[in-house]
């Protein structure tokens, strides 16, 4: 059986896909982005099934926050701690497909793909070379460089994949939005070619900074940068502020949305939209603006493009479509 997975190693979550074709049913995971260096004591020990963690060699981590975590915060995904995300994801996969190899596909920001795969390559290289094993629950996968293909893309070939899938087969020229949590990446493309990209440097975490340092620490602070962090992570991945701190119980729902909604508008208008508008200026001509990405839900772009396609579950609509670059890339050579 060939497995098919996406990776897209982002700054609130890691998503995950998998399938055993392109055109097939997709199944999807998401963990946080936090590598702590040993395993975790815990009560239920590795019977628990949410519990991923990893063996590299001779050290050993697990993912999951607390004191001594490490967290991507780059923009760029080639360091080692984004490689040992992937194949942890790649671990999750294999693990519930029960799958003993597979054929991966990952993405870098748009404007550093060429230049930074190689380097990301060494370091999952590396560490295959170390020796590698997945723990997800009780069960244990072993990587390998025979185990395990990997290709690169540019983030927004997920996305503009997903669009094609249900859409035309080969569209006019594209305009992709893929908003992310510290990125915004831009690409046009004319059919499957990338014609312009940009990696715009605004995503949804400078809507939450914002909401939270002239929001909610007014009103409920000051908070450490523990608690901080925590609210960051909620918001971005379940949209909610958690239990924590003085939040026992959260602000009313609707308060904390219009909150949110008059920041993202005023980071909106006065910094993301210029800069998309900029970079599309020079009688640059689409047909088509796709959006995605998890932090598409918190900007108007159907006011600047009202025909614009938002796609469905538009958080993992990249890694979905990053699945599916995977089975056309292994199985017909098609090039990433």
């Known amino acids: 059986m060939n497995l098919f997975v996406g990776i897209d190693v982002g700054r609130s979550q890691v998503k995950v896909a998998w399938g055993t074709g392109p055109e097939g049913p997709v199944r999807t995971r998401g963990f946080v982005p936090v590598l702590h260096p040993g395993w975790l004591d815990r009560v239920t020990g590795t019977e628990a099934p949410e519990v991923l963690r990893l063996r590299v060699g001779g050290d050993f981590y697990e993912v999951a926050p607390g004191e001594g975590s490490v967290v991507e915060l780059s923009p760029r995904k080639r360091s080692r701690l984004t490689a040992l995300l992937l194949l942890a994801g790649v671990g999750q996969a294999m693990a519930e497909a029960e799958a003993r190899e597979a054929c991966v596909v990952t993405g870098l920001p748009a404007a550093w793909a060429k230049t ?7 370091e999952v290289q590396a560490a295959l070379a170390a020796g590698v094993e997945v723990w997800v629950g009780p069960r244990a996968v072993p990587l390998s460089r025979d185990a395990m293909r990997l290709a690169f893309v540019a983030e927004g070939d997920g996305i503009l994949m997903e669009f094609l899938s249900s859409g035309p087969t080969r569209p006019g020229p594209t305009l992709v939005l893929d908003f992310g949590h510290a990125t915004t990446n831009l690409v046009v ?27 909610l620490n007014p009103r409920w602070g000051p ?28 602000p009313p729902k609707g308060e904390v949305q219009a909150a949110l909604d008059r920041y993202a508008a005023e980071v909106w208008q006065t910094e993301l939209r210029p800069q998309i508008v900029d970079n599309l200026s020079g009688g640059l001509y689409v047909e088509n603006v796709v959006s995605a990405g998890g932090g598409v839900h918190l900007f108007p772009v159907r006011e600047a493009y009202p025909d614009a396609h938002v796609l469905a579950e538009p958080r993992f609509a990249q890694v979905r479509g990053y699945m599916r670059l995977a089975g056309r890339v292994f199985t017909s050579g098609v090039e990433a």
């Open 116 to 122: 930074d795969a190689e380097a990301l390559r060494r």
């Open 189 to 215: 493309y004319d059919g499957y070619a990338r014609q312009r990209v940009r990696t715009l440097p605004v995503g949804g975490l400078r809507v939450y900074r914002r909401f939270f340092a002239e929001y």
């Open 223 to 250: 908070f450490d940068r523990d608690v901080e962090q925590q609210v960051i992570d909620g918001l971005a991945t379940q949209g909610r502020i958690p239990h924590v701190g003085p939040f026992e119980s959260p």
